[in-house]
């Protein structure tokens, strides 16, 4: 059964800061890896997905990156701002279908 | 972009009672659809797949006959918790796959149940 981690479990930074999320997973058999975004109390919203077959992808103030052989991926947030205080899941498929999700890391962006 | 709506957001139900959680898919159909929950603290986990005119896959220790689901068109599946107790307080959330689109899945907004 895949097992998905999150490190750290909470982070607290001032703002204009950049920062880096970690996820580490168990079985690196992957179709995807996705980074999504909670915020209190609301659904998920996607933010960066990657192949199994890529290294990388960037939105905006985002950079994700994938190391499959090491069951690894990074998710950068450039010059942090206030509003990207959330919670950031990231999650791996098989097929496509079902994600594995992470704990999660909360992030607190102070202004 | 494709939109799932999910209804009610929240919810606070009596012990011994059921309530229904509605998943939509607004704007595409949607073949299959998950349904997970977190518990404070934890990760989502999946609790049933759900397909079109199918009866349902539940995971591993989720009882079937408590959690009721149905998917009987393209574009909605319900959820609902019978019997509720309040254990089965928790976020829940759905997820449909847009068919035309190659890795499309998209999230509900969630709901939030509370049973006391």
């Known amino acids: 059964k895949q097992e998905v981690t999150q490190i750290p479990a909470a982070l607290s930074v001032p703002e204009g800061e950049n920062l880096v999320l970690n996820c580490s997973f168990t079985d690196s058999a992957i179709y995807n890896l996705q980074w999504f975004r909670q915020d209190p109390g609301k659904g998920l919203t996607s933010l960066l997905l990657i192949q199994s077959s890529q290294r990388e992808q960037t939105s905006g103030r985002l950079n994700a990156s994938l190391d499959k052989s090491s069951g690894r991926s990074t998710l950068y947030i450039a010059a942090s701002q206030p509003g990207d205080s959330a919670t950031y899941l990231c999650a791996t498929t098989y097929t496509g279908n079902q994600f594995y999700f992470g704990t999660g890391t909360s992030l607190t962006v102070i202004p | 972009g494709a939109v799932v709506s999910q209804h009610p957001s929240r919810v606070i139900c009596k012990s011994g009672t059921s309530v229904k959680i509605e998943c939509r898919s607004l704007?595409?159909?949607?073949?299959?659809m998950f349904w997970y929950r977190q518990f404070p603290k934890q990760s989502l986990m999946l609790m049933a797949t759900s397909n079109e005119g199918s009866k349902a896959t539940y995971e591993q220790g989720v009882e079937k006959d408590k959690f009721l689901i149905n998917h009987a068109s393209l574009t909605l599946s319900t959820l609902t918790v019978t019997s509720a107790h309040p254990e089965d307080s928790s976020f829940y959330i759905c997820s449909a796959r847009d068919r035309q689109m190659k890795d499309g899945y998209t999230f509900g907004s969630g709901t939030r149940l509370t049973v006391v």
């Open positions: 704007d595409f159909q949607a073949t299959t």
